[in-house]
């Protein structure tokens, strides 16, 4: 099953870490994002594959959008 | 004297800074971004200067608009506030070579304590203890477990480029070290484009424990006491008091004793911050870095020493003497600082918004130093630091009784705010009783 991976807020994307088809485990970053002078690391939240990034650097996130999917 | 200081920061801190610059009788000049033209320290100073969009490169960081802006309005001192270009010491040589009073260290200084590395072997042969570590970055896993012979485990294994926590982690022995050093190694590398590690002694429990310090213009350092620093979320600071619960007499003569060799080591002047780490363990401290520059906490400081240290700044930036004598100056009291920052108060996510309703709590013993009011937004492109509320009391049971009240009584609506947080931080046993470490927010929210 597919675990979409979200913004919790509006944020610029600073560092993307993984790309399409790496294996990640539950916690791995994925991105740091960049809001207020603060680092937000993205973390998977379970073990598995990216099968789509939908952010690059500099980019800017809103609330909610999908940053990747796990499957 | 100079008549006319320049202010080249925002929010709170520049606030703040022309307070003291229009006490002293002073005409004080504001810079500003296109997004901050509406908050109150644009307003309160004597001039205003719009020098860019609201990216800091572009705006505050920049530094040829920040000299026209000096040039424009005849300021002859300039007042780097903390962040930005105040630790920057080529525009601390710019202002300097522009026929201008940098309110602040030499460019040496600050250029000489900004490279962490040459700092510590600067510091070290002063004196001050320095934590056991690699001098240089290490290349490869045997020069790491050659290195990690002579610093001793659990060791500290970290990217070299970074920095706010990421690409750190702890070994407890020489199989983990294993582990770990390419696992860092290999973050670092995807992260920062730099592979290089560092190994460094770990402390398992740890205060962070910082002396002031006060560079006279005639040459002597003079300290100004301690603050604790040691609640901290994602490594920066949310609360710090002084005094530190966890410094009595004995330690405080060493660590304000190292404090002053540090600073005079660079042949320090002005206001700067020693900071090290205590280990709660064993009582022994080692020097963490030196900032070169006024402190986001500087208020407790000022609170228990009933002194301004931006006029001792801007007195020493003009060659004079400063306003108390170092000799007879000892702290009252005790007092606590509280960040108020746009962030949710369970997992500091920050969420910044206009400002629909904002009340100052008041009353004996409370300070709050904020960068914005009713109809101002917080936005995006800076940190996310509104306030600073700051209590004052005869013994730390009063001013916790003083800090509980003021949270209470701040009314703040528009963007998140972490009030909550501070509410039940000083309700939390282990804040009240003195006795925690780094690692009490994390623990609070475990």
């Known amino acids: 099953m597919a675990n979409e991976i979200r913004a919790e807020m509006v944020a610029n994307v600073w560092k993307v870490v993984v790309s399409q088809g790496d294996s990640v485990a539950d916690g791995d970053t994925l991105v740091i994002l960049e809001s207020m002078k603060m680092e937000i690391p993205v973390l998977a939240e379970a073990a598995g594959t990216i099968t789509a990034l939908h952010v690059g650097e500099g980019d800017v996130v809103q609330e909610g959008d999908v940053i990747a999917e796990i499957g | ?446």
């Open chain 2, 1 to 446: 004297m100079f008549e006319t200081v320049l202010v080249a920061n925002r929010g709170e801190i520049a606030r703040r800074v022309i307070r003291t610059v229009q006490r002293m009788g002073l005409r004080a000049v504001a810079v500003h971004s296109e997004v901050d033209a509406g908050l109150p320290y644009v307003r309160e100073a004597d001039e205003a200067v719009a020098i860019g969009p609201a990216a800091p490169a572009e705006s505050y960081r920049n530094a040829a608009a920040v000299l026209e802006a000096a040039r424009q309005t005849g300021a002859e001192a300039i007042h780097p506030g903390y962040g930005f270009l105040a630790e920057d010491h080529r525009f601390a040589m710019q202002v300097k070579d522009a026929g201008l009073v940098w309110v602040g260290p030499s460019s040496a200084a600050i250029e000489a304590m900004g490279d962490k590395i040459r700092a510590r072997n600067l510091v070290a042969a002063a004196g001050v203890p320095v934590s056991r570590g690699t001098a240089a970055p290490v290349v490869d896993l045997d020069a790491a477990v050659a290195a990690a012979r002579g610093i001793g485990y659990p060791l500290m294994v970290k990217a070299s480029a970074g920095g706010g926590g990421m690409g750190m982690a702890v070994a407890g022995d020489e199989a983990e070290l294993r582990a770990q050093f390419e696992r860092v190694q290999g973050f670092a590398g995807r992260m920062f484009g730099d592979p290089a590690v560092l190994l460094e002694q770990y402390f398992p429990r740890v205060r962070h424990v910082e002396v002031q310090v006060l560079g006279l213009a005639d040459g002597r350092v003079v300290a100004l006491g301690e603050r604790d620093c040691s609640v901290q979320r994602r490594n920066q600071k949310l609360v710090e008091e002084t005094p530190s619960p966890a410094v009595g007499p004995a330690l405080r003569g060493e660590m304000v004793a190292a404090a002053v060799r540090a600073a005079e080591s660079v042949g320090y002047r002005g206001a700067g911050t020693v900071e090290c780490l205590l280990d709660v363990e064993t009582g022994d401290f080692v020097f963490l870095e030196m900032n070169t520059r006024l402190q986001v906490e500087h208020p407790v400081t000022e609170l228990v020493h009933g002194i301004d240290l931006v006029q001792q700044q801007l007195l020493v930036a003009a060659g004079r003497p400063p306003s108390f004598d170092p000799a007879t100056l000892r702290p009252s009291g005790h007092a606590i600082e509280l960040r108020v920052n746009a962030e949710d108060p369970v997992r500091f996510l920050p969420g910044p918004g206009t400002i629909t309703e904002w009340r100052e709590p008041s009353g004996e013993g409370v300070r709050v130093d904020a960068g914005y009011a009713v109809g101002t937004t917080v936005t995006p492109h800076y940190d996310s630091l509104m306030a600073k509320v700051v209590v004052h009391g005869t013994d730390r049971a009063e001013a916790l009784d003083r800090a509980r009240a003021a949270v209470a009584d701040f009314r703040l609506a528009g963007p998140k705010s972490n009030l909550a947080f501070h509410a039940e931080l000083l309700e939390d046993p282990r804040f009240v009783s003195g006795d925690y470490d780094t690692g009490l927010v994390a623990a609070m929210r475990a």
